[in-house]
């Protein structure tokens, strides 16, 4: 989880709350965004043009500038602006993970006071932002319909580095501007600088009565690479996606450790409905949790936000507190493309988390879940704000509203109840939002809308660390292959291997091996204590030279000082021209900080059972030598100026006695692969199975499969 900590200075004309990631400076002559630092992964970059003010387009009179709130948690700041005709008051909240939440009201204070045009503006450099590579990005099926009611703004990258940053612009009223016109959104080029502007009225406006008052919400984000890796990047996870049976057997979980599982997640089919919360068995449930610990492994649940199954016994309890969007999920169960056999219990509606009562609900049974059954965090599906809007007459709320501000209060809350030590991993189900995942998470997962390993969709430039959900069948060349193994690397990404028996959409296995290649890459992150290690890829330029561009690499790096380099041939030209090719890796020691010889460990082998460990040559000049890479090939190297980590010495002790142990574990799995052949020849004679729904219409109106 990226650090909490930020400061906040006190200066004649502004008052600048700072983080390591970005700098967010409030204006006390005009009570706006003067400044937006942000920290690219290299050093600090100025997003809006010095002279330039992010936040609403009236100018009007200070009248008053407070800092009600100095909390480390969130800095209050209340501003009053006014003249003879209006008064806007302005609460700004600032939170630490980088995003501020800006609540307004505007009011007539005479007879007729003609309203001006009135929009939110997020000026950002034309030269930091837009010169180098930019995604303008309108998160909706359309990502060209700057219509949608989602967040909107910028991907983009301060050099020549494919992503670095983003910034995100939302408003909670979506739906109704001043005198209830229609709000538009805009990218306007304005000079230096082009404007996210989200509008909500027009120079048509009529003059109002005294009285009368606008209200509205907008949020600001602003995310960028971090190299601290975190307690997720480098994990070895299992995502368990069971329904036949519903939880993983004991000898199941005893291959998970025996490879290096270092997570578990239960998601959805291991609770009797989608919002979570609920065990489909709350003895099996214990059982599993309790098999994880003993090895060590740290389990996640699933849970969702805000959607609550039409078949739990306690929909009709909240049924008042729905918004519109109904059968959010829904199992399409004349086809076994979800489910092998027909099960509706995840069908679902979404609950509006403004209505105090489906909050409550919703942020008590999560915590309910953890604290019952043991678990070290959790693993938040649907992690955005609300599947659309809701207009609701009987929720205390304005009409339209996009709720994205208790979305992030609702992961901010968990947050702070669980503790800093609990995981939390977010999936947005498509191409990631960095305003999404900029509160609580460890790790964002993506997947399952992306055709290829691309750093501007798997959310480097959000600041969690990026995790892959690997699990459909159809993705088995990009994301469960050798070929996968150097786009890791070179990312820097975190897979979710699955398993477990549903449908035929996810692949349906009992076998933890079945991406043998992953393998070997697992032992090299278990090899080292990567949860309090920086991570560098070539998104942080200088640090590492390699001599053959086709080979990538990720550098792990603890203070103590102890290294992790990993290289992985992704092939190419080069390789396809030569009998045999290696690499020569160079660490930049004047970044690094270590000066003299390191001592090196090489990991290698093309499996679990042939990965081996030995010490070879010391390292001089800071120069890693592989003579020959095979084709998709990843060798490791641990480094140390004295001895290396324990977690080195304690893998080469498990994999001494790993022969002892496979011959058990092979006997077991040859035992649930034949049960699996068994089932699925039974499902293949029932009826549904003929129900051969056509891809592209399974996924048709769905924002990802």
Avoid at 19 to 46: Q, W
Avoid at 318 to 334: D, Q
Avoid at 471 to 490: D, E, N
């Amino acid at each position: 989880m990226r650090r909490r900590e930020f400061s906040i200075t006190e200066i004649e004309e502004a008052v600048i709350v700072a983080h390591a990631r970005f700098e967010i400076e409030v204006n006390r002559k005009n009570g706006k965004i003067s400044r937006l630092r942000v920290h690219d992964g290299i050093g600090g970059k100025e997003l809006i043009p010095e002279g330039r003010f992010a936040g609403d387009s009236w100018d009007l009179p200070l009248d008053r500038f407070e800092i009600v709130s100095r909390d480390p948690r969130c800095v209050r700041i209340e501003v009053l602006r006014a003249d003879e005709s209006w008064r806007f008051e302005t609460r700004y909240e600032i939170y630490p993970r980088g995003y501020l939440v800006c609540t307004f009201s505007v009011e007539a204070r005479v007879e007729q006071a003609t309203p001006r045009p009135l929009s939110i503006d997020v000026p950002l450099s034309e030269a930091v932002v837009f010169s180098h590579a930019h995604t303008p990005v309108n998160w909706v099926n359309d990502s060209e319909d700057i219509r949608s009611f989602r967040a909107f703004g910028v991907d983009f990258s301060t050099d020549e580095r494919p992503v670095s940053c983003s910034v995100n612009l939302l408003v909670e009223q979506v739906m109704r501007g001043m005198q209830g016109r229609p709000q538009r959104k805009d990218i306007v080029e304005e000079g230096d600088a082009r404007v996210l502007r989200w509008s909500m009225s027009d120079g048509r406006a009529n003059p109002v009565p005294a009285g009368y008052r606008y209200r509205n919400r907008w949020g600001l984000s602003v995310t960028s690479l971090d190299d601290d890796a975190g307690p997720v990047a480098g994990q070895r996870i299992y995502h368990w996606y069971g329904r036949f049976p519903r939880y993983p057997s004991d000898d199941l979980v005893t291959e998970m450790a025996e490879y290096g599982c270092s997570i578990l997640i239960l998601h959805m089919p291991s609770f009797s409905y989608i919002s979570g919360s609920v065990p489909a068995d709350e003895k099996e449930m214990r059982r599993v949790v309790d098999k994880a610990h003993s090895f060590g492994i740290r389990t996640l649940f699933y849970c969702v936000p805000q959607l609550i199954s039409i078949e739990a016994p306690y929909h009709d309890d909240y049924r008042k507190y729905r918004t519109e969007n109904l059968r959010v999920w829904h199992s399409l169960k004349e086809t076994h493309i979800v489910f092998y056999e027909e099960d509706t219990s995840f069908d679902a509606d979404e609950l509006c988390l403004r209505c105090s009562q489906a909050y409550e609900f919703i942020f008590s049974s999560v915590l309910r879940c953890v604290d019952a059954y043991g678990f070290d965090g959790i693993y938040v599906d649907y992690a955005w704000p609300a599947a659309g809007i809701c207009s609701d007459p009987t929720h205390d709320h304005d009409p339209g509203i996009f709720n994205f501000s208790d979305y992030w209060r609702i992961l901010r809350e968990w947050r702070e109840a669980l503790g800093d030590e609990a995981l939390m991993i977010g999936h947005g189900g498509g191409l990631l939002v960095s305003s999404d995942f900029v509160e609580a998470f460890d790790g964002c997962l993506s997947g399952e809308a992306q055709k290829e390993l691309d750093p501007r969709v798997i959310g480097r430039h959000i600041g969690a660390a990026p995790t892959l959900w690997a699990m459909h069948r159809r993705k088995q060349a990009l994301f469960r292959s050798a070929w996968t193994i150097p786009q890791l690397v070179r990312e820097g990404m975190t897979p979710h291997t699955g398993l477990g028996v549903t449908g035929t959409s996810i692949i349906a296995s009992l076998d933890p091996a079945h991406h043998r290649e992953l393998l070997p890459l697992w032992q090299m992150w278990r090899a080292f204590p990567v949860e309090r290690a920086r991570v560098y890829t070539y998104l942080q330029p200088g640090v590492v030279e390699v001599d053959n561009d086709e080979v990538y690499y990720t550098l792990f790096a603890t203070d103590d000082p102890y290294y992790l380099l990993i290289l992985a041939n992704s092939g190419g030209p080069y390789h396809d021209a030569n009998p045999s090719v290696g690499v020569r890796a160079r660490l930049n020691s004047d970044v690094l900080g270590f000066s003299g010889d390191l001592r090196a460990w090489r990991l290698r082998g093309g499996s679990y059972e042939t990965f081996r460990i030995a010490e070879v040559d010391t390292v001089s000049d800071a120069t890693v030598d592989v003579p020959e890479i095979l084709l998709y090939e990843a060798v490791g190297f641990v480094l140390s100026p004295g001895h290396p980590p324990g977690t080195l010495g304690a893998l080469r002790r498990h994999l001494d006695g790993r022969w002892e142990r496979l011959s058990r574990i092979h006997r077991k799995k040859a035992e649930r692969n034949e049960w699996v052949d068994r089932r699925i020849d039974e499902w293949a004679r029932q009826p549904q199975s003929a129900n051969r729904l056509d891809y592209h219409d399974f996924i048709r109106n769905r924002l990802t499969e």
